[in-house]
């Protein structure tokens, strides 16, 4: 079936840096992408639509000058925490869209962030 | 309310037997429903599509779909221990730019 990779799979930072999660769609095209955040034994939160060639529509109440997302080709999104804090970490999954494969949204393994 | 919703759990089933999971959803105009599976730890793996009324079977796995009641469910029979995880029911709402909205997900464990 589909695969979508993301990378990396875990990263500690210090806090106050900035890390950028990619996430790569690796047998379809992906026009959207989306990013969401699972905190422990909570579900998954949509932080944001990326959408290829333009910018990201991102949920109310995340902050798009921290989460800073770019879809610069078919295949391609990322996702930059910047200046992370500790109140960051947690579990960011990315998911994206075959729109040619009837519209299924597939997931990435996420990547673990932890910021100390 | 939720726009989905799904019973938190935690249900537990013997091993062998039929688990069922649920979940409602508040848009009449949905039309996409998905189940997918969490392992602790992991991201969501998909498991079944459906888009239309009726039941839809794969494998142990069967989805069920009745929009009149706006209801979703997931069967899985001859339950395993392996299929002990989070079941997470995602719709995509309509006009919502084709997002999936999760509900909270039903924690099953399937004692051996």
């Known amino acids: 079936g589909a695969v979508v990779s993301q990378h990396p799979s875990w990263v500690i930072c210090k806090s106050g840096t900035s890390v950028k999660i990619e996430c790569r769609s690796l047998?379809?095209?992906?026009?959207?992408m989306f990013w969401y955040r699972q905190f422990p034994k909570q579900s998954l939160m949509l932080m944001a639509t990326s959408n290829e060639g333009s910018k990201a529509t991102y949920e109310q109440g995340v902050e798009k000058d921290k989460f800073l997302i770019n879809h610069a080709s078919l295949t391609l999104s990322t996702l930059t925490v910047t200046s992370a804090h500790p109140e960051d970490s947690s579990f960011y999954i990315c998911?994206?869209?075959?729109?040619?494969?009837?519209?299924?949204?597939?997931f990435g393994e996420g990547s673990w962030l932890t910021v100390v | 309310q939720k726009e989905v919703e799904q019973n938190s759990g935690p249900l537990s089933v013997p091993e062998g037997a039929i688990a069922s999971l649920n979940c409602t959803y508040s848009?009449?105009?949905?039309?996409?429903f998905f189940w997918y599976r969490q392992y602790s730890g992991k991201s969501p793996e998909l498991i079944m599509s459906i888009y239309s009324n009726g039941d839809k079977e794969d494998g142990r796995f069967t989805a069920q779909l009745n929009k009149a009641s706006q209801y979703v469910s997931l069967l899985i029979r001859d339950s395993q221990p392996s299929d002990s995880a989070t079941y997470l029911c995602a719709v995509i709402i309509s006009g919502s730019a084709r997002q999936l909205t999760f509900g909270s997900g039903t924690q099953l464990t399937v004692l051996p």
């Open positions: 047998d379809f095209q992906a026009t959207t």
């Open positions: 998911s994206a869209r075959d729109r040619v494969g009837g519209n299924t949204i597939y």
């Open positions: 848009d009449r105009g949905s039309q996409s």
